[in-house]
């Protein structure tokens, strides 16, 4: 086995059109690990994403994935995009979607096989959606429809995993149920994953490292080294306090006249998670 | 009965040449209008594929001009159209591209018509159609052309497929998408351009998506869908040669009336289907 770390950066900018986007990210992230990629709307969460796959070039510095450069080796990353928009006549069952994963950039057409089937059935099951394996996608709830984006992504078996924001359309109790089943998967397959969030909380189960993106800048480290008032004071060029309170944690602009101005999750007697809102 | 029967089939029907031209090529048209009528259907592109037929219209307006074939005519104009639509539409808002492209190629048809003293029937046969009309040579060039598209569409079957569902996937797997878009619109176009001289400029919409709705709503999976309207799209053909050559009606106005009745069939197997159908929560186990 070699051992590239999963993803590394050197001293990366990204501009589109005009506009730096991202800039000097510098880390790397090893292989196996679970990465909550943390940052507020605009920080550039997507950007990094389509970064690593290829989709989006710097205009300095280098990037490798798996010891490779970028645009090498898509099958070896699995992505997973927020959703898909499918009006409820459309014919395509959950399981057509999911097996376009095995080889849907390929030419041609798939031949239906016995193998192929079996592959996609596993995978199905592995999810949990073999129950509606044969219903109509644009007829699923979006948890069901992100258990099928998961099990079209890791067809290929990737090495990497990466999740554009997957809990933006769910409820807390679906959220957490595909946060658990990304985390076993990573586990018994030894996924690397990058799981973009705008809210750490629901992700300190699992992850063992934040990527924390604001202002262009990315820190990464441990949640404890990097969730701390100097370093994300640094971060977002303005004073930010982060409290933990019951196992939670708040970052908080300090100067915002309403601190709190963005809760969720206060619904079904759940603590709320404000997200930054700077 | 055989009275029956041979007032239906009246002789020649399966015999003189200009019915095996209409059967052969009006066969070759629905089935390549179905399957590139599916993924119209997919992409919600059906202005694309009512503005393509008509502006090649004034391709076929150009070739009288000078003299050209007019499949080549709707062709040459129908992808410039395509390509045009499949770049413009990066920048500005899909609808209003397609629509400025339209209105610039029927201005363009007006121009040539005048400017070549065209005829009322050439007019009307293009904007009709002219299925009982169809010269040998046209029946193998729509025959080769349509067979040609349909291999085409084989080879990019599943990056089409994948494209149209999940973009960003696609993307992220290196499917080129703004390829994707022009491919796809320069297949509408050259369908479009087989169709024209058969059911017309005003009708070829209908059979692109008629057939391939009612296949939509009768399948649940994309191969089925799209057997399903070719199907639909073969029986409509057929049914329009019988009755337009034992009753003179006009064939693209049977087509078209084929088209619908289906599609509204289709709907409603759909809709009284899904009514019987349980409700999510009591879905079986498989
Ligand atoms: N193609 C582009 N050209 C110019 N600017 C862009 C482009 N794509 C993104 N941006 C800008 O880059 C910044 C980061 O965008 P990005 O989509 O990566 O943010 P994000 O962190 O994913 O935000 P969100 O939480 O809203 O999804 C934004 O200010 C956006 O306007
Ligand atoms: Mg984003």
Not at chain 1, 45 to 60: F, V
Not at chain 1, 137 to 146: A, D, F, P, Y
Not at chain 1, 176 to 187: C, F, G, P, S
């Amino acid at each position: 086995m070699s051992v590239e770390p999963a993803i590394a950066m050197d001293q990366v900018d990204v501009v589109l059109s005009g506009h730096t986007i991202l800039r000097a990210l510098d880390f790397s992230i090893a292989r196996g690990a679970f990465v909550g990629v943390i940052g507020p709307n605009g920080a550039g969460k997507t950007t990094l994403i389509r970064l690593i796959l290829g989709l989006i070039h710097p205009s300095s510095g280098t990037i490798r994935v798996l010891g490779m450069p970028v645009g090498k080796g898509r099958r070896r990353i699995g992505y997973v995009p927020q959703s898909f928009a499918a009006d409820p006549d459309l014919p395509l069952r959950a399981k057509d979607l999911v097996g376009l994963g095995l080889d849907g950039e390929r030419w041609g057409f798939a031949l239906p096989s016995r193998s192929r089937q079996q592959r996609i059935q596993e995978m199905l099951d592995r999810v949990g959606a073999s129950a509606y394996a044969n219903e109509p996608v644009g007829t699923l709830s979006g948890g069901e429809r992100q258990r099928l984006l998961i099990a079209q992504a890791l067809l290929t078996n990737p090495d990497i995993l990466l999740l554009d924001e997957p809990l933006s359309n769910l409820d807390i109790r679906s959220g957490r149920e595909i946060i658990e089943l990304v985390d076993e998967i990573a586990r018994e397959r030894q996924v690397t994953v990058l799981f973009v969030a705008h809210d750490m909380n629901p992700l300190l189960a699992v992850m063992n490292e934040v990527l924390y993106l604001a202002q262009g800048r990315a820190v990464v480290g441990s949640v404890d080294d990097v969730v701390q008032p100097e370093v994300l004071s640094r971060l977002y060029g303005q004073p930010v306090d982060v409290l933990r309170v019951h196992g939670r944690i708040l970052v908080i602009a300090s100067d915002s006249v309403v601190p709190f101005t963005h809760f969720e999750g206060v619904a079904h007697g759940q603590p709320s998670s404000p997200s930054p809102h700077l | 009965m055989m009275q029956i029967w041979g007032q239906v089939f009246q002789p020649g029907l399966f015999t003189y040449p200009f019915l095996i031209h209409a059967w052969v090529s009006a066969s070759a048209i629905a089935i390549i209008s179905a399957v590139i009528g599916f993924f119209v259907n997919l992409r919600g592109e059906s202005f694309v594929a009512h503005a393509l037929p008509r502006g090649a219209f004034a391709g076929a307006a150009a070739a009288f001009l000078v003299g050209a074939s007019s499949l080549l005519g709707l062709s040459v104009f129908a992808v410039a159209m395509a390509l045009g639509m499949g770049t413009m539409r990066r920048q500005g808002e899909k609808g209003v591209s397609t629509a400025l492209i339209l209105v610039m190629a029927l201005a363009l048809g007006d121009l040539f018509l005048t400017v070549g003293n065209a005829y009322a029937p050439e007019v009307f046969a293009l904007l009709f159609g002219q299925l009982l009309g169809v010269s040998s040579a046209e029946m193998i060039a729509i025959t080769i052309l349509s067979a040609v598209l349909l291999l085409v569409v084989g080879a990019v079957f599943r990056p089409l497929l994948l494209s149209s569902t999940v973009p960003e996937f696609a993307a992220a797997r290196g499917v080129p998408l703004t390829v994707m878009n022009i491919t796809f619109t320069v297949l509408v176009a050259l369908a479009a351009s087989l169709t024209v001289p058969v059911v017309g400029a005003l009708l070829a919409f209908s059979l692109m998506i008629g057939p391939a709705a009612a296949g939509w709503y009768l399948a649940k999976s994309p191969g089925r869908a799209m057997a399903y309207a070719v199907a639909v799209a073969l029986s409509s053909v057929w049914i329009s040669i019988v009755i337009g050559y034992d009753t003179s009606l006009p064939v693209g106005f049977l087509v078209a009336t084929f088209c619908l009745i289906a599609y509204g069939g289709a709907r409603w197997i759909h809709f009284s289907r899904s009514r019987r159908a349980p409700a999510p929560s009591q879905r079986p186990q498989s």
